[in-house]
């Protein structure tokens, strides 16, 4: 099935989110794509905890929690969202609309995408050790599909945040035995998690081990496990069935690179009226755009969206006059807001 609409938004990082806003108001509807499974983007993905001291009227604001208030901000406008995919297909038809996949097969066909990719999509950091790419998606994985299919077997598992520790706890005693390996002595998943992995390697239900993968090993052609530099520089080698690798999200433009659009380096090129690209139709906001003067900043990315509203809107309905209406004295955004008056 394919979704008809007038604007999907790619990236639901906070510029994406504000973006749904701004759309809102001019009562235009929007599906919002992301490879990560909850909105938020870098805040959410990478410094939540954090406090930002640059967001206008907010003195201080936490990461997680200015993704929050975005997500109730934008509740009136009831966006749709398609969490845990990412785009990687892009196409015009002749009549000059969009066609897009993505990766679990959704297809939308729009008459305007706004990239809101930020620095790309989030994806797993990868084992790059000698050998690794070759068992990649036989014996190393970066999730599990199927935890039944652990049973009987021996496992390695890379990582010491939240997805490792919590995999740690899920699998054990359903596989045959479990070795967790972390570079360091320091765990980044939460206190709790971690306290329980330790009670179950004091109780010799577990290995935990502290060392670098150096390359995989391989026994007759067959995949055989890890071969890891301990701290003191002793080089093991470690049996395995199965590597599971939780090494965190990192992100990668990917298929945007190949959209035909006018890039420089790898960031895409607009226009500082509309925030347009090189190809009508598709509009770039945040930090995955470029213009003289662009600073990284989520405030910039918060107008830029602004103003490619403005642009979307000239896109879909040309022969529309679009009056600037203020929020606080505007009947209509009042209605749109769902403000009883
Ligand atoms: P992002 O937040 O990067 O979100 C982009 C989203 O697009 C991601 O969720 C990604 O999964 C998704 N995506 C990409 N490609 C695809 C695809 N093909 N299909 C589906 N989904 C896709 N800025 C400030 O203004 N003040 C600060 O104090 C500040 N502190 C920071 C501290 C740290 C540690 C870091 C790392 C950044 C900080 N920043 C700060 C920068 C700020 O986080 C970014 O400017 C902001 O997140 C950009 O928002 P965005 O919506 O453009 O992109």
């Given at each position: 099935m394919t979704i008809k609409?007038?604007?999907?938004?790619?990236?639901?990082?906070?510029?994406?989110?504000?973006?749904?806003?701004e759309l809102g108001l001019l009562d235009i509807k929007t599906h919002v794509v992301d490879s990560l499974k909850k909105p938020g983007g870098q805040c959410s993905e990478l410094y939540?905890?954090?406090?930002i001291?640059?967001?206008?009227?907010?003195?201080?604001?936490?990461?997680?929690?200015?993704?929050?208030?975005?997500?109730?901000?934008?509740k009136p406008f009831k966006p749709e969202f398609h969490l845990g995919q990412t785009v990687t297909h892009l196409e015009q038809d002749e009549a000059g609309r969009f066609l897009l996949e993505t990766s679990t097969g959704v297809r939308f066909d729009t008459a305007t995408v706004i990239l809101a990719a930020g620095l790309g999509a989030f994806q797993p950091r990868r084992l790059r050790v000698k050998g690794a790419e070759a068992w990649e998606g036989r014996n190393i994985h970066y999730k599990v599909s199927d935890s039944g299919a652990v049973a009987g077997k021996d496992l390695l598992i890379l990582g010491g945040g939240d997805s490792a520790l919590d995999w740690v706890?899920?699998?054990h005693g359903k596989a045959k035995s479990i070795?967790?390996?972390?570079?360091?002595?320091?765990?980044?998943?939460?206190?709790?998690?971690?306290?329980?992995?330790k009670s179950l390697a004091a109780s010799g239900a577990l290995e935990e081990f502290h060392g670098n993968v150096r390359a995989v090993f391989e026994i007759d052609g067959k995949f055989g496990g890890l071969d890891i530099v301990g701290p003191e520089g002793a080089q093991y080698t470690i049996h395995a069935d199965e590597v599971f690798v939780f090494w965190g999200l990192s992100p990668n433009l990917g298929p945007i690179a190949d959209w035909g659009l006018d890039l420089d380096k790898r960031q895409v090129n607009v226009d500082t009226e509309k925030f347009q690209t090189s190809i009508p139709g598709i509009f770039a906001i945040g930090d995955i755009n470029?213009?003289?003067g662009k600073k990284k900043l989520i405030?910039?990315?918060?107008?830029?969206?602004?103003?490619?509203?403005?642009g979307v809107q000239q896109h879909i309905h040309p022969e529309q006059k679009v009056r600037l209406q203020y929020t606080t004295t505007s009947p209509i955004m009042h209605k749109r807001l769902g403000i009883d008056e």
């Open positions: 609409t007038d604007v999907v938004i790619i990236g639901a990082g906070p510029c994406g989110l504000f973006q749904v806003f939540p905890d954090k406090p001291y640059d967001i206008p009227a907010l003195p201080v604001c936490g990461a997680q929690e200015l993704v929050d208030r975005l997500m109730e901000q934008i706890l899920e699998l070795t967790l390996v972390h570079r360091r002595i320091e765990y980044r998943a939460q206190p709790a998690s971690v306290g329980k992995m470029t213009y003289p405030l910039s990315g918060f107008h830029e969206g602004a103003l490619a509203a403005f």
